[in-house]
């Protein structure tokens, strides 16, 4: 691999790994709830892009190949190379966000589990 070739895959991989944390994080957690809450009144499309972290991660991706404008490929024609660069990434975000999807799922069972048992043990609280 060439250096330049390494370092627009680098790029790529960081832009995956945080396009899937950000999407996650605004599209799941507490945190972001009231936001989440705000965009479904002013608009069901709106709406539905807060709470979906794969079309939230869309725009997550886009953002960062606009602003690093990394390419994977070298066709001489930039804007499909930097489509094509851009698919390669939503992919690689997708893989990540299946992982940190089933990460939560399991966390949320593990604090359901534990609040069963805490009211088993502790009926009276």
Known sequence: MTSILSSDFSVCLMIALSSASLSMTITQTELFASLRALAARKNGLLGHLFSCFYCMSHWMVATGMLIYHPALLHSGISLFDWVMTAFIVLT???????LLFKVFQAAIRTH??????QQILNPHK
């Open 92 to 98: 690689i975000t997708t893989f990540i966000n299946g």
């Open 112 to 117: 359901v589990m534990k609040h069963e048992a």
